[in-house]
T-cell receptor, first 117, second 112 residues
Framework: NAGVTQTPKFRVLKTGQSMTLLCAQDMNHEYMYWYRQDPGMGLRLIHYSVGEGTTAKGEVPDGYNVSRLKKQNFLLGLESAAPSQTSVYFC????????????????FGPGTRLTVL | SQKIEQNSEALNIQEGKTATLTCNYTNYSPAYLQWYRQDPGRGPVFLLLIRENEKEKRKERLKVTFDTTLKQSLFHITASQPADSATYLCALGTGGGNKLTFGTGTQLKVEL
C-alpha cells in the first residue's frame, strides 16, 4: 500500500496563477483533509471531506476550493494564487470503524511545498 | 478565544532520560486528544490517542496523560534515544468527521 500520496512535491507559482494539488489514498478511508503548515502557526485545516461527493470548510478556507469526485482522491485548487498562500500543504485521510466511531488517527501524505512569487 | 499551547522552545535532554512534553488548551472540550511525531520535511505520523474518559495510555516507551480538569495532556518518552529527536504535535478532536485542531508542536532533541 502506498498510503497517502501527494502530487506535486514542489511547485513555484506567480501571483494570480492557478493550480491543483492532488491527494490520493489507497486505504479506502471515508475522511480526507487538506492542511497548510506555516512556521509558528502549526497545522491548520483548510477543507475536509467526510465522504465521496461531500466537502466542508475548515479553519482557513478562503482562496481555496476542493473536490472529492472519487473516494480515493481529494483535490485542492488555488484559483488565483497569492504570496500569502506560500506554505507546505499536507493531505491526510482517516476512517470510521465498524462501530461508527470517527475517533481515529489521521494518515498524512509527504506534503507539497508551494511558493507563490 | 480557543488556544492550544505547547512548549514553543525546544526541549534538549540527555539520552536515557525521560522527556516530558506539555499540551495545554483553553476554551475547548475535546472528546479525545492525539499525539503525532513530525520529522523535518515529512508529514506527521500518529503515535497515541487518548479519550476524555481515560486518564493514561501507554505504548512501549510512550505514555500520555489527559486531565480534562486542568485542560492538559502530558506526553512522556522514557529511556529517550537520539532517534526520538523530532517535533511532537498534540491535536484535539474538535468535531465530527474526526476533525483535529493542532498545537504548534515542541521540538525535542535527545543528545548523547
Amino acid at each position: 500500500n502506498a498510503g497517502v500520496t501527494q502530487t506535486p512535491k514542489f511547485r513555484v507559482l506567480k501571483t494570480g496563477q492557478s493550480m491543483t494539488l492532488l491527494c490520493a489514498q489507497d486505504m479506502n478511508h471515508e475522511y480526507m483533509y487538506w492542511y497548510r503548515q506555516d512556521p509558528g502557526m502549526g497545522l491548520r485545516l483548510i477543507h475536509y471531506s467526510v465522504g465521496e461527493g461531500t466537502t466542508a470548510k475548515g479553519e482557513v478556507p478562503d482562496g481555496y476550493n476542493v473536490s472529492r469526485l472519487k473516494k480515493q482522491n481529494f483535490l485542492l485548487g488555488l484559483e488565483s494564487a497569492a504570496p500569502s498562500q506560500t506554505s507546505v500543504y499536507f493531505c491526510a485521510s482517516s476512517y470510521s470503524n465498524s462501530l461508527g466511531s470517527s475517533y481515529n488517527e489521521q494518515f498524512f501524505g509527504p506534503g507539497t511545498r508551494l511558493t507563490v512569487l | 478565544s480557543q488556544k492550544i499551547e505547547q512548549n514553543s522552545e525546544a526541549l534538549n535532554i540527555q539520552e536515557g532520560k525521560t522527556a516530558t512534553l506539555t499540551c495545554n488548551y483553553t476554551n475547548y472540550s475535546p472528546a479525545y486528544l492525539q499525539w503525532y511525531r513530525q520529522d523535518p520535511g515529512r508529514g506527521p505520523v500518529f503515535l497515541l490517542l487518548i479519550r476524555e474518559n481515560e486518564k493514561e495510555k501507554r505504548k512501549e516507551r510512550l505514555k500520555v496523560t489527559f486531565d480534562t480538569t486542568l485542560k492538559q495532556s502530558l506526553f512522556h518518552i522514557t529511556a529517550s534515544q537520539p532517534a526520538d529527536s523530532a517535533t511532537y504535535l498534540c491535536a484535539l478532536g474538535t468535531g465530527g468527521g474526526n476533525k483535529l485542531t493542532f498545537g504548534t508542536g515542541t521540538q525535542l532533541k535527545v543528545e548523547l
